[in-house]
């Protein structure tokens, strides 16, 4: 009976391990690529060069989001700004040339580096005229100075399009090489080939129009 118990448990950990998601190519090269962040609805509509961290730890009402985290317009009625929270351990062997890596749709986005403002986004800033599933796509370099060993705070200003799903679709810290290749493949997932798709879909719908104009049979 012990044998047989003792026998199951291990089936369950041996298909617990199979199940569990394997490492990105990302996560392969050192880096991190976020499933969830701490999220807190309002925010400030210009936050500063630089805020308070620990300040940001200490504050209500976190709560945790899914990545990609979409604002349909019931949330974006409520609150069209907010920050987002991720926090990432480096070794004591500070990493070089490493970048935080952003997509999705907003607004506006800043990011922070423990406090620091690091970059800046704006959906004026989107080049026209644009694809059809347009997005917003950031990578910037992490100072050096910015970071240390041990946990690192990344922080998201976040201001949602009016207009628009917004979302907050994609999120990595690691290589700066391995996020220019991850973000050029997300690209064509969800912009290229969707752009891609309902083009084709937009010229069949027209051709069948066509020739059923001119087909002898009504109806055909």
Known sequence: MQRSRAGLWIAIALLGAAC???????????????RTLWLRLGADPEPAERIDPVAFDAAPDWI??????????????RNDAAWYRARVDLPVDLPRDWAVAVDGHWSSLAVYCNGERIG?????ERSYPASITSRGS???????ESLRAGSNQILLH?????????????IA?????????EQKLSLLRRQTVPSALLLLG???????????????????
């Not at 945790?64 to 009625?77: C, G, N």
Request: hydrophobic share 45%.
């Open 20 to 34: 569990a998601p394997a490492p990105g190519p990302i996560e392969r090269e050192g880096g991190t690529q976020w």
């Open 64 to 77: 945790e989001a899914s990545v990609p985290d979409f604002w349909p317009l019931a949330r974006r009625a």
């Open 120 to 124: 800046f986004s704006s959906a004026g």
């Open 138 to 144: 950031l990578l910037l370099p992490l100072p050096p």
């Open 158 to 170: 976040y201001r949602s399009l009016p207009d628009e799903i917004g979302a907050v679709s994609w």
């Open 173 to 181: 810290v690691g290589p700066r090489e391995a996020l220019v290749r």
């Open 202 to 220: 937009v010229a069949s719908g027209a051709l069948v129009i066509g020739v059923s104009r001119y087909s002898p049979i009504p109806g055909v």
